[in-house]
């Protein structure tokens, strides 16, 4: 089946500081990449959708400028989250669609601490 | 899109089959239903996905009433490792509209 991979799987940071998770599809081409975060004990919640080559649309109340997101291949999805506070602290889940479609692949999650 | 609501949680006893229904009655004409599970700390897996009538794979199986207005994942002989969060989501996935949204699901703990 398709694989989507993320990286870090953990990362840790100080208040102020950028981090960057990559996700990968490994065996298929995305068209489309989400974006979503997960507060303990709660659902996903959709941050961003990011098609290749173009811009990502962010959903309503998700800052643009805090959450970068960069889809430059077909494989790769990037999410910067700048200037980091201890509140963006959460679990990030990417998921991806394939050419062929519909179905989501989604990654295994990258869990931000940030102190 | 379309909202669902699922039971919070179910409890079930090893070897049981656990049936999980959800509700979503505003499902539009091209929404299909999708159900995911996901263990803590992990990314959501894809269990099944139907449009109508019955869908039977080799993990579960997913009842759809004519209606659409709710389905059913059923999940046969339930063990251990089964105890996860289950979500239903319903979307229009075959025009290019790919968004799913996440209700709260269903927490479900299977019991030796």
């Known amino acids: 089946g398709a694989v989507v991979s993320q990286h870090p799987s953990r990362v840790i940071c100080k208040s102020g500081t950028s981090v960057k998770i990559e996700c990968r599809s490994l065996d298929f081409q995305a068209t489309t990449m989400f974006w979503y975060r997960q507060f303990p004990k709660q659902s996903l919640m959709l941050m961003a959708t990011s098609n290749e080559g173009s811009k990502a649309t962010y959903e309503q109340g998700v800052e643009k400028d805090k959450f970068l997101i960069n889809h430059a291949s077909l494989t790769l999805s990037t999410l910067t989250v700048t200037s980091a506070h201890p509140e963006d602290s959460s679990f990030y889940i990417c998921?991806?669609?394939?050419?062929?479609?519909?179905?989501?692949?989604f990654g295994p999650g990258t869990r931000l601490t940030v102190t | 899109l379309a909202k669902t609501t699922q039971p919070i949680s179910m409890d079930s006893y090893e070897g049981q089959e656990v049936n999980i229904t959800c509700s979503h009655n505003?499902?539009?004409?091209?929404?299909?239903i999708t159900w995911y599970q996901q263990f803590p700390s992990q990314g959501p897996r894809f269990i099944i996905q139907g449009y109508k009538t019955k869908v039977t794979n080799e993990v579960a199986s997913l009842f759809i009433p004519a209606d659409r207005k709710s389905s059913t994942l059923s999940l046969p002989r339930v063990s251990l490792s089964d105890t996860a969060v289950y979500y239903c989501l319903v979307g229009d996935q075959g025009a290019g509209s790919y968004q799913l949204t996440f209700g709260k699901g269903t927490k479900l703990s299977v019991i030796p």
């Open positions: 505003n499902i539009a004409t091209n929404d299909y």
């Open positions: 998921s991806a669609i394939s050419q062929a479609g519909p179905e989501q692949y």
